[in-house]
């Protein structure tokens, strides 16, 4: 959803809202009721003048048009037959793929001999039971405020911190570094929430988290608050760590452990590149996606290990040029576009290629969702590559019928998608399941060297056939097909 639709409607609809619509709106909504201290209001740095440096940023906004200009040419392309389709899907490709550590990527890390801003100066403690978010809030704002290269220290030691924005723009022409060495506690109190999210930055140009160290949601105290399953009212809890209007950015080798939602939420931002990324959650902790993306462009997202208890990646709406590659999955509920299509004004997903991942006893793999009954929008151009799975439950899914059987059929238009060289083993008897909307079938759908083999209860393989199931669908087979293709 656009930001310009959010308003009375969002509010007025967010007690329907499940699982990742819930947090696309990036508005403030009260958190689930606790007997527990008053809310205490969000703190806010200080705004600041941003000044881009020529060198870097000029460099990527020419990348950035140029990207724009091929994606939108191959976009262009209608793939009405094999050999267009391969060139639009490799063209894509192409454009999504890149090094994350190309030169300007390097020198963006590089070291510059920055002033570094130590959060145990400004009064933050180091045991695990002091709310240091004053201390990191003056530590945010003064590195925010310097005119040099500055870099915002999390030393070792447990730093607990209540809700807390890190806003721009900065003053700095140079990247603003945030390095966590230790481990960053959150709040238990639900009540000092008040909207969902716990770590948000936001406005911020070339921001660089860093650090190795881990976010701890501590989602364990939280998780029994979430009844989204059964409450339609339901009421988000936060997210571990927000990205808000995050342009130029780049964040490596963190941590997010056990957050009380969504580890990581990346929205309206550009040029995002993350990678060496651990998210770690129960199988049974609810919606705690790994990562959540919507109204994002030019997003390179790479090795990654995500155990969680929802969709280890789910790209939503208005996300384009995504690149999702060498990630770990499982626990959790696979690979997921979408879901889509449930609210107004949703833009549309272009240009997506998941590829060299593994997933291990998901509930799903590579997976498509939208919702029945929904405005027009699109999906396209999108790949999944060199993917193995072992023992997931549906490896091949597009599921236009998301959330409810019942209704009018999705508006959603899925076309030209590639699921090539997909490999494993599966629970399900029915390995490919690809259910489109009667109203706008999928089209350009090409399954290319599909093995799965059957490992699930010993008492249905005799009982069911290993199979597919199509309904208006219009795909093209090639090479190896196993379970066997739709009639």
């Avoid at 009844?227 to 760590?241: F, G, I, K, R, S």
């Amino acid at each position: 959803m656009g930001d310009d639709a959010i308003g009375t409607w969002e509010m007025e609809n967010w007690g329907n809202k499940t699982g990742d619509e819930l947090m696309d709106s990036g508005r403030e909504y009260p958190m689930p009721s606790q007997p527990r201290s008053a809310a205490r209001p969000i703190q806010r740095g200080a705004t600041a003048t941003d000044s881009r440096t020529a060198e870097i940023t000029q460099k990527r906004k020419k990348e950035s048009s140029l990207g724009a200009i091929k994606v939108t040419m191959a976009m262009a392309i209608r793939f009405v037959a094999k050999a267009v389709i391969l060139l639009g899907l490799a063209l894509i490709s192409c454009n999504a793929q890149g090094d994350p550590l190309r030169d300007d990527l390097r020198r963006l890390l590089a070291d510059t001999g920055a002033t570094v801003f130590d959060v145990t100066k400004y009064g933050a403690v180091a045991d695990g039971k002091t709310d240091n978010v004053e201390a990191f809030m003056k530590t945010w704002l003064a590195a925010c405020h310097w005119r040099g290269t500055s870099t915002v220290l999390i030393p070792e030691g447990k730093f607990l911190v209540g809700q807390a924005t890190f806003e721009g723009p900065c003053n700095s022409p140079n990247p603003i570094v945030f390095e966590a060495r230790g481990t960053v506690l959150a709040q238990t109190d639900l009540s000092e929430y008040p909207s969902p999210e716990w770590l948000m930055f936001e406005d911020v140009n070339q921001l660089i988290l860093k650090g190795g160290g881990t976010f701890d949601g501590q989602g364990v105290f939280a998780w029994k608050y979430n009844d989204c399953h059964q409450n339609a009212d339901c009421q988000m809890l936060p997210t571990n760590l927000k990205f808000n209007k995050v342009n130029n950015s780049v964040v490596q080798d963190i941590t997010s452990l056990d957050s009380k939602s969504f580890h990581y939420f990346i929205t309206n931002s550009h040029n995002f590149t993350a990678f060496n990324l651990t998210i770690t959650a129960p199988g049974n902790s609810p919606n705690t996606d790994g990562m959540h993306l919507s109204r994002c462009d030019l997003v390179n997202l790479s090795n990654f290990t995500i155990k969680t208890g929802d969709d280890c990646i789910s790209v939503g709406q208005g996300s384009t040029n995504i690149n999702i590659t060498d990630v770990y999955c499982g626990p959790g509920h696979g690979l997921s576009i979408g879901s889509l299509g449930k609210y107004p004004n949703e833009k549309d997903v272009v240009g997506i290629h998941v590829t060299n991942c593994t997933l291990n006893g998901t509930t799903n793999g590579a997976r498509i969702k939208t919702w029945p009954g929904s405005p027009p929008s699109q999906a396209s151009s999108i790949i999944f590559q060199d993917i193995v799975m072992n023992s997931v439950k549906n490896p091949i899914l597009i599921d236009q019928k998301y959330g409810s059987h019942t209704g009018k059929p999705s508006r959603v238009k899925v076309s030209d998608v590639l699921y090539k060289n997909l490999r494993g083993t599966t629970i399900s008897k029915v390995a490919v399941s690809l259910v489109c909307s009667e109203l706008v079938p999928c089209n350009g759908l090409q399954l290319e060297d599909i093995d799965f083999t059957y490992n699930g209860p010993a008492t249905f393989k005799e009982n069911l056939p290993f199979s597919s199931t199509c309904l208006h669908a219009n795909a093209s087979y090639v090479g190896k097909q196993n379970p066997p293709a739709c009639a």
